[in-house]
């Protein structure tokens, strides 16, 4: 994605910090008994973000899904994943006919100076029929979080249990429904945002 903070980002620490004095204000209007004062402070408070929540969902309904190929990397802040490979797996530990996939991904830390992670990061399959399947735990070695030196890469094997009808598998990097993310205008993983996925190989 972006390197740094981005003007969506920039826009809403603004807001927030906006926001917080705002507040403030209303706790002094009141203790002051200016109640007109502190109800129109409130009124405006309410306003604006109603605004910015309609511009985000806006956004957000009106954004297409972005389709990554496998090998094109994907950034996010100083780090980039990349799907490498996909391998169909022996099935013991599939029990009514699934399949078990192992992704390979590369994660790279394009920082010049500091070891970087993102903690928050994980990777879930979502069929044609909007089916998902998250990764088994404990089975991919390196984890996609893994905290990676200056200018490193490391391969990280997340492995899924997808059922048997499955098709046009996607590989969907999320940090779930978090904040700031989930508010911030045009981000993956802001309110109603089509995820960017990786297709895979049939």
Known sequence: MRLGIGWAELL???LVGWTVIGILGVIVSYRRREYTAARRNLIWIAGVW???IGILLTVSLTARPVLVP???EQRIGDLSFTVVQTEA???FLASHGERILRISIQISNHSQGSRERDRWVRAYLQDSQNRRWDQIPGLQGIPLSANIAPQGSVLS???FKVAADAT???LV???GPRLPNLLVVGDRDS???PPVSVPLPQ
């Open 12 to 14: 809403l620490l603004l």
């Open 50 to 52: 109603l605004i910015y």
């Open 70 to 72: 496998p090998g094109q």
């Open 89 to 91: 797996q022996p099935g």
């Open 157 to 159: 094997q997340p492995v």
């Open 168 to 170: 046009d598998l996607r």
């Open 173 to 175: 990097l999320t940090h």
């Open 191 to 193: 309110l109603l945002h």
